[in-house]
Every structure is written in structure tokens, then in C-alpha cells.
């Protein structure tokens, strides 16, 4: 596994421990007692309480806090101050908390101390959502904050949902067994709003016949793409370079949001951060030529991958361990023909701006690259030039870089350790994954947008048309493998002691999928468009839960 999934694990058991109420020496043996297995794994329990465990000596004798640690010390030392908690009380009299299904058990305990020293507040909850239980949602724990209220209203009528996606959700409802309705209930629904293709083997085939169902919604129809969302269990690389690549050739603009992607996997990120090893030859950290090639390829507006591969071998060199970039006007002139005298002069700027930041005193690494963005890549000319893609991750990259600076700036200042270097070396390890405030909020260009479902069912926001790719995929039903957490055994209904048995996976499964499945027909207007294919994007047959349910859903539907 990559070290960044081990590091986020491990950060994840503290952050549960604090937001569940349990002390964290407890993480290893609450780990253990559920377990029946390989001994191995009970020793793999054991690292990982012990990583915890340094981490946060280290947090402690540095003067650090992390999430669990800002946590704790609010709960156990400042919320127990009388002062802060009558500042609490005396400043704010009325409260509304939405999604309080989304929220952790040690804010439920939060907010039940203070209700009663409110003049008024609105609780609002969803019965059939929380979503973030891998992160310490805790649904039945918001549930109990209903005995304190006056009122409770129920809300049982969709502002969203059409008549045939109701008639989707009712027939989820019913073969996913949440629902028992009658014969004549089932009847008087509409068809539900459901396409899908007919007779697909292959992959790439489900991926075209999407492609052609948006270009008809959008082209023909004239939908907004805003207003259709791409999903998909998990959305690879390689799909969502397919889709964008396709949609882009039909003139139909795309975004996608990944938040779990690391920033090297970025391509401006990965263009931005080769030109930092290049400006910055005291770091030793010379890059390859793929890495240049790449680079010039994102940097330079109309280069293609030949061109850029050619430049490359001419134009990188490396001198005693450090990258150098020639000038343009060395090249024959031939040669200068091939890769063309407009690319050359783009070359040329980029490489002259390179060179007199060398012969100047280097700043801070975010300082570079907002330089470089500013002055060069956003140019007209330059790759990054109207790309609100490309802005978006070099404004990410930056503000990781800043707040990378101030958190660990004095640790490395102390050993000599260039903050630059430092942080292209956790990038490269995947360290530092490209999840920001500002990728969640809206963004302002009317573009399909390609997610996994459950990033989109976080957005909370509602499309018109909605696709579900890989719907044979058993990724709607199954947890990630995570080797050294586990959000149901971490959370505070769990029994000490209890064994996490297959049955209980299969019913966590199934009741993970009935919240996803609901969750996305309440955010769809006017239809779902179903990717189903009989081989997956892996070349195996397609038999998951998901599919089983809608045929199931189909079949038994009344005439």
C-alpha cells in the first residue's frame, strides 16, 4: 500500500479516538478484539497504535496540534473553563445545524449541553444519509437529539425529484428492503426514469455510448452541462481521462473533482513542480527527461508530445548532478523548423525566465510558483492561459506549499533542510493530497462534472441528469481496504470485545448502499442514465449488488 494511505490511516485513528470520545492507546486493542485471523495482522494493529503514538508525543513535544489533538484540548481543557464556555453561551442565543446526521458523537455531546441555554434552535436531519461514517459520522447519535426538542416536523415531499425519479427511488426503496409497499402503491407509480444501453461486452463501449448520451443531452437538447453529473464508484485515471478527452473532442466542457487524488497525479501540478527542480539546481534533485517532456508539453500552448520530446532531447542537460535548460538559438536551424519558430519563442521566454531567476537569490517555493503562473504560464501562449483547471491547482499548490512552510518551516530551518526540497520530496512520496476548501465549493463554469458518488453526494447538490458508470462494479458495496482502520469497530456503538464477522460486512454493505443509492435519486431532477457493461474496466465479469438490485427492481415491476 502507499505510504499516504498508511499515513491517512493512522491519522484517521487518532482523529476517530477524538471525535468518538475514546483515549487513543485504546486504538490497537479496540482493533484487536475485533479481529479473527492471521496473527500477522494483530502485530499490524499493534505498528499502528504505535505510530499513533509517536505522532502524537512528537505533536506534544513540539507544540503541534493536529485535528485530534485541537480536538481534545478544546473538549477537555478549554470547553470545561467556565470562562470559555459562558463566552460560548453569553454570545450566541440561537443556533440552526443542518446535516446533523454528518456530524461526530463529541459534537452531538457539544450541542446537548447547549441547547438548554438556547432561546431557540433548528435541528435538521436526514433519515437516510450520513454519508461521512468512514470519517466519524455517527447518524443514531444525532438521532438522540430529537428527546430534546419541542417540535419535530417531518419532511416526506422532494422539491427535485420528477415523478419517474420518485418512481426510481420507491423501487430501490422496495427491492433493497427499506420498503414494503402493496401491489396497487407499486402500480401507481410512473416507469422509472431509467436508461441504459443495450448489449454491451466491452469497457471503452459503456464509456462511448455515455460520451454519446451527454452529447445528445447537450448538443440536441440543449442541457446545460452543469446539469449532469458523471459518477462512477471510483473514478480511475484512466476513465476520467477517456471521458474529458471525448467530451472535449465534441466542444462539451468537463470538470472532475477527486479530492483523495495526490497533487503529483495533477498534470499543472506535475508541469509546475518540474520547473521548481529545474530553477532550483541546489537541491540535487535533477528531473528525468519524461518529467521535462512533460512539463514542456502542459507549459507550452499547441505542443504536442513529439515536439516536446524532441525539444526535450536537445535543449535538457544535466552538469555535474544539476538540470540545465539551453537556449532555443543553439539548436540547428533544421532543427528549429521541426519543432517550429512559434513554439521556439514560447520555449525561449519560458527558458530566459528560468535563467535570470537562477542568477537572482532564490525566494520561498509558493512565492516561485505564483511568479511563474503570473508571469509566464498564464500568459496568452502558455498552457495554463484561460485553463480555470490549471489556476485552480496551481492556487492548491500554493496554498499547500504556504501552510507546509508554516507548520514545518522552524523544524527544517533547524537542520538545514530546504523547505522547497522538503516538500518535493513528500510530493513525490504522495504524501500531500490535493484536498482544499475551495475544490468543494461551486465552481462557476457550466461543465459536466466527473466524481466518484460519494464526493458528489457531499456536494449536496442536485443535477438533471445523473450517469452511474461501472454499475456492475461491487466498489457501490464494498469498503475500501483499509488494513489499519475500521470506522464501524472505531465508533461509539460498537461492542467491546465484540468479533466483526462476514455477516456484519455484508450488512454494513448492504446498508451503504441503500444510503448511496437514495442519496443520489434525492439529488436528480429528471432521470438516471445507467453504464453497464458485462465486462469491467479490469477485463472481469460485472455481477455486483447495485446491478442485482436494479434488475431485481425492473423484473418484479408490475405491468
Excluded at 54 to 78: G, I, K, P, T
Aim: charge should be negative; charged fraction near 25%.
Amino acid at each position: 500500500i502507499e505510504r499516504n494511505r498508511l499515513y491517512s490511516q493512522v491519522i484517521d485513528n487518532l482523529n476517530k479516538a477524538a471525535v468518538v470520545g475514546f483515549h487513543y492507546t485504546e486504538i490497537g486493542p479496540r482493533l484487536k478484539a475485533a479481529y479473527v485471523g492471521s496473527p500477522a495482522q494483530a502485530r499490524v494493529y499493534d505498528d499502528a497504535q504505535d505510530c499513533a503514538t509517536r505522532f502524537r508525543q512528537f505533536c506534544l513535544a513540539n507544540n503541534m496540534l493536529d485535528f485530534s489533538l485541537q480536538m481534545e484540548v478544546f473538549l477537555h481543557h478549554l470547553w470545561s473553563e467556565p470562562l470559555c464556555r459562558r463566552y460560548v453561551l453569553d454570545s450566541y442565543r440561537h443556533v440552526i445545524f443542518e446535516n446533523l446526521e454528518e456530524d461526530t458523537p463529541v459534537a452531538h455531546d457539544l450541542l446537548a449541553e447547549w441547547l438548554p441555554h438556547l432561546d431557540s434552535a433548528l435541528l435538521i436531519y436526514d433519515q437516510d444519509a450520513g454519508y461521512r461514517r468512514f470519517l466519524g459520522a455517527d447518524p443514531e447519535s444525532a438521532y438522540r437529539l430529537k428527546e430534546q426538542c419541542n417540535q419535530s416536523v417531518v419532511f416526506d415531499e422532494s422539491f427535485v425529484e420528477s415523478a419517474g425519479v420518485h418512481a426510481l427511488g420507491a423501487g430501490l426503496k422496495r427491492v433493497l428492503g427499506k420498503r414494503d409497499e402493496s401491489a396497487a402503491e407499486a402500480a401507481s407509480l410512473p416507469p422509472p426514469a431509467l436508461r441504459y444501453p443495450q448489449n454491451i461486452h466491452f469497457y471503452p463501449q459503456m464509456v462511448e455510448w455515455t460520451v454519446q448520451q451527454i452529447a445528445t443531452l447537450v448538443l440536441d437538447e440543449g442541457t446545460p452541462p452543469g446539469e449532469i453529473a458523471v459518477l462512477a464508484p471510483f473514478l480511475s485515471d484512466a476513465l476520467r481521462f477517456s471521458l474529458a478527452n471525448r467530451l472535449q473532442e465534441l466542444g462539451i466542457p468537463a470538470r472532475s473533482h477527486r479530492p483523495s487524488r495526490s497533487l503529483r497525479d495533477e498534470p499543472a501540478a506535475l508541469c509546475l513542480l518540474t520547473l521548481a527542480r529545474l530553477a532550483h539546481p541546489e537541491w540535487g534533485d535533477a528531473p528525468t527527461r519524461y518529467d521535462v517532456t512533460y512539463a514542456l508539453l502542459q507549459a507550452l500552448d499547441e505542443m504536442d508530445l513529439v515536439r516536446a520530446q524532441l525539444l526535450t532531447e536537445i535543449v535538457f542537460r544535466t552538469r555535474e548532478g544539476q538540470p540545465v535548460l539551453l537556449p532555443f538559438d543553439q539548436i540547428r536551424p533544421e532543427t528549429q523548423e521541426r519543432i517550429t519558430y512559434r513554439l521556439g519563442m514560447r520555449y525561449e521566454a519560458l527558458q530566459l525566465w528560468m535563467q535570470a531567476y537562477r542568477n537572482s537569490p532564490p525566494v520561498e517555493l509558493d512565492l516561485f510558483l505564483s511568479r511563474l503562473f503570473g508571469e509566464v504560464l498564464s500568459q496568452p501562449g502558455y498552457g495554463f492561459h484561460a485553463s480555470f483547471t490549471a489556476g485552480e491547482v496551481t492556487a492548491n499548490l500554493v496554498e499547500s506549499i504556504q501552510k507546509f512552510r508554516w507548520v514545518a518551516g522552524r523544524l527544517l530551518d533547524a537542520e538545514g533542510i530546504p523547505i522547497g526540497q522538503e516538500y518535493m520530496r513528500m510530493v513525490q512520496d504522495g504524501v500531500i493530497a490535493a484536498q482544499y476548501i475551495r475544490s468543494w465549493q461551486e465552481q462557476p463554469e457550466d461543465a459536466v462534472f466527473l466524481s466518484p458518488a460519494y464526493t458528489f453526494l457531499m456536494g449536496n447538490r442536485p443535477v438533471d441528469y445523473q450517469f452511474w458508470l461501472d454499475v456492475g462494479s461491487r466498489g457501490w458495496f464494498e469498503r475500501l481496504y483499509q488494513p489499519l482502520t475500521h470506522p464501524h469497530v472505531l465508533s461509539r456503538h460498537w461492542t467491546a470485545g465484540r468479533v466483526w464477522n462476514e455477516l456484519d460486512e455484508a450488512e454494513s454493505g448492504d446498508e451503504a448502499l441503500y444510503r448511496l443509492a437514495l442519496g443520489l435519486v434525492r439529488r436528480c431532477r429528471r432521470g438516471v442514465y445507467l453504464g453497464i457493461s458485462e465486462l469491467g474496466e479490469q477485463g472481469y465479469e460485472q455481477r455486483g449488488p447495485l446491478l442485482s438490485a436494479l434488475h431485481r427492481m425492473l423484473v418484479g415491476r408490475p405491468a
